[in-house]
C-alpha cells in the first residue's frame, strides 16, 4: 500500500444487496476514498477489528443482525466512527430507537439522493477528523501539563534545598500547629524561638517594634482582638527572614543593591509560607506579607495604597521603621529617638498612613519609655546569678539546646556554662526572665543592641 492510500478516509459499507454495494462504491470511488464493504454484520465486525475505519453506513434490514444491532456492537470496537443507518420508510421507529440509544450519528432514507449523501459522508468525515484533532489536542495539552508539573516540581526542589532551614521549620511548624486550639499560645512561643536563635535577627528588635505596635492600636482604640493581632504581627513580621541567605541579612539595609532589596523584601512571602498552616493566624499573616506597602501606593505590593492596605501592616510600618532608624540596620547612622520619630512624622500621607502618624505621635508625647531600647541580648556568663531564671531556652551557634526555657541556674550550672565558652571559643548569651532582673531595672537604657 502507498502512502497516499494508506491516508485515504476509510469507509465501511454493510447491505446485504450486493447491487447496493456496488451503487455505493461506484458513488464514493471518484471521490479518493478507501471503501471496504461487507454483506452482513459479522463480515463489516471482522474488518473493524482488523483495520481503522473513519465513517460507517450500514442498511437497517439485514438478516441475522440489522444495523442498529451492528452500530451498537461497532460503537464498542471503533467508538470514534462516524455512523450512518440507512433505512427504509418502514423501519422509521427502529431508527428512531437507533438515534435516542446513541448508535448512529446520521440517517439516510431510501432511495437515496447521490449529492446528498455525498455531503452527509463528508460532513461526517470533517466531524471525525475534528474530534480526533481535538483529542491528540488533550493529549498534547495533558503531556505539557505533565512537563510543566515536574519542572515545578524541580523547581521547588531548587527552592527547597536554598531554603533547608526554611523547609524544616515548616515542618515543625505545621505538626505543632495540627494540635488542639490549648496548644496555640505553645505556637506561638516556637514562632518567637525560631526568631531568637537565629544568629542575624534580633529578638530584642522585634519585642520593641512589637511594643510600639500595640501602643499605636491601644491609642487609635481598636478591639481587643485587634490589639493583640498588631502585637503579634509586629513581633513575628521578621520571621520570614529565616529562608534568607546569611550575606544579604549582614547588610544594613541602605547598602543593598536593587536585586538585593527585592529579596529581601520577599521575607514576607516566606513569612506567609511559615505560617499558612495556622487558619488563626489569617490576620497576621495578611499584616506581615503587607508590611512594604506605602500609603501613597509606591511600596510592595505596588497595587496597595491609602486604607486598602491592611490596618496591622499600616501600624507594622510605622512602628517598624521608628526602630529601624534607631539601629545601623537601615540608616547610616542611629538616631535619636527625636529625630527618629521627626522622620517618621514627615513621612505621613506619602509612606505611611495620616491616622496612624497622629497615635504615634500621640503616643511618643505620653509614653516615651516604649521609644527607648530596653531589651538586652542577653546576660553574658560572668553577669549571671544562682536563682536567676531561663526566659527562653538557650542554644549554642549550632542551635543545640543547652539549657531548657525556665531552667533556674545553680552555681554548677553557671559553672557548667563558663567551661562550655571557655572549651569551645563561644560566647553565651542567656535571655534572663524579666522577674529576675529587677534589679537592673531602675539603671539607664542600654544602647540599642543593634548599632
Not at 495540627?178 to 516556637?190: C, G, H, P
Not at 521578621?238 to 547588610?251: F, T
Not at 520619630?341 to 497622629?358: E, F, G, K, Q, W
Request: proline fraction near 5%; aromatic fraction near 6%; glycine fraction near 4%.
Amino acid at each position: 500500500m502507498t502512502a497516499a492510500a494508506a491516508k485515504k478516509p476509510v469507509i465501511l459499507c454493510v447491505d446485504d444487496e450486493h447491487s447496493i454495494l456496488n451503487a455505493l462504491k461506484r458513488l464514493f470511488f471518484p471521490v479518493g476514498l478507501d471503501i471496504e464493504l461487507a454483506t452482513n454484520g459479522q463480515d463489516a465486525i471482522k474488518i473493524l477489528e482488523s483495520k481503522k475505519v473513519h465513517l460507517i453506513i450500514s442498511d437497517m434490514r439485514m438478516p441475522e443482525m440489522n444495523g442498529a444491532e451492528f452500530l451498537a456492537k461497532a460503537v464498542e470496537i471503533q467508538p470514534d466512527a462516524y455512523r450512518i443507518l440507512m433505512t427504509g420508510y418502514s423501519d422509521m421507529a427502529s431508527t428512531i430507537a437507533a438515534i435516542n440509544d446513541g448508535r448512529i450519528h446520521r440517517y439516510v432514507q431510501k432511495p437515496w439522493n447521490n449529492k446528498d449523501l455525498l455531503n452527509t459522508v463528508k460532513d461526517g468525515l470533517k466531524l471525525f477528523h475534528l474530534e480526533q484533532a481535538n483529542k491528540r489536542m488533550q493529549q498534547q495539552i495533558s503531556q505539557q501539563n505533565k512537563e510543566l508539573k515536574e519542572l515545578n516540581h524541580n523547581l521547588e526542589e531548587m527552592v527547597h534545598q536554598r531554603t533547608a532551614q526554611l523547609k524544616k521549620t515548616l515542618a515543625q511548624l505545621r505538626a505543632s500547629m495540627a494540635r488542639s486550639e490549648q496548644e496555640k499560645q505553645n505556637n506561638l512561643d516556637i514562632l518567637y524561638n525560631v526568631i531568637s536563635i537565629h544568629p542575624l535577627i534580633s529578638a530584642g528588635f522585634a519585642v520593641n517594634v512589637s511594643n510600639l505596635a500595640k501602643a499605636i492600636a491601644e491609642k487609635m482604640q481598636l478591639p481587643v482582638k485587634d490589639i493583640e493581632n498588631v502585637a503579634l504581627t509586629a513581633l513575628l513580621h521578621e520571621i520570614g527572614m529565616i529562608g534568607l541567605p546569611a550575606d544579604l541579612l549582614k547588610k544594613p539595609y541602605h547598602q543593598l543593591e536593587g536585586l538585593e532589596k527585592q529579596q529581601f523584601i520577599e521575607h514576607a512571602s516566606h513569612a506567609e509560607l511559615i505560617l499558612s498552616p495556622a487558619p488563626h493566624l489569617r490576620a497576621v499573616v495578611e499584616g506581615i506579607c503587607c508590611q512594604y506597602a506605602h500609603f501613597n501606593g509606591t511600596g510592595y505590593p505596588a497595587e496597595l495604597k491609602d486604607t486598602h492596605i491592611p490596618l496591622p501592616a499600616r501600624i507594622l510600618a510605622v512602628a517598624r521603621d521608628y526602630w529601624l532608624l534607631m539601629t545601623r540596620r537601615s540608616y547610616s547612622k542611629v538616631l535619636t529617638p527625636k529625630e527618629a520619630c521627626t522622620m517618621i512624622v514627615r513621612a505621613s500621607h506619602t509612606l505611611y498612613d495620616p491616622a496612624v502618624i497622629n497615635a504615634f505621635e500621640a503616643c511618643y508625647q505620653k509614653s516615651r519609655d516604649i521609644f527607648i531600647n530596653s531589651i538586652r541580648d542577653g546576660y553574658s556568663i560572668d553577669e549571671l546569678k544562682p536563682g536567676m531564671r531561663l526566659r527562653s531556652a538557650l542554644y549554642n551557634e549550632t542551635k543545640i539546646l543547652l539549657l531548657p526555657k525556665g531552667c533556674e541556674l545553680t552555681p554548677v550550672l553557671i559553672d557548667k556554662l563558663k567551661k562550655y565558652q571557655r572549651q569551645h571559643h563561644q560566647e553565651l548569651k542567656i535571655d534572663i526572665a524579666p522577674e529576675d532582673d529587677a534589679a537592673t531595672a531602675s539603671e539607664a537604657p542600654t544602647a540599642p543592641s543593634e548599632a
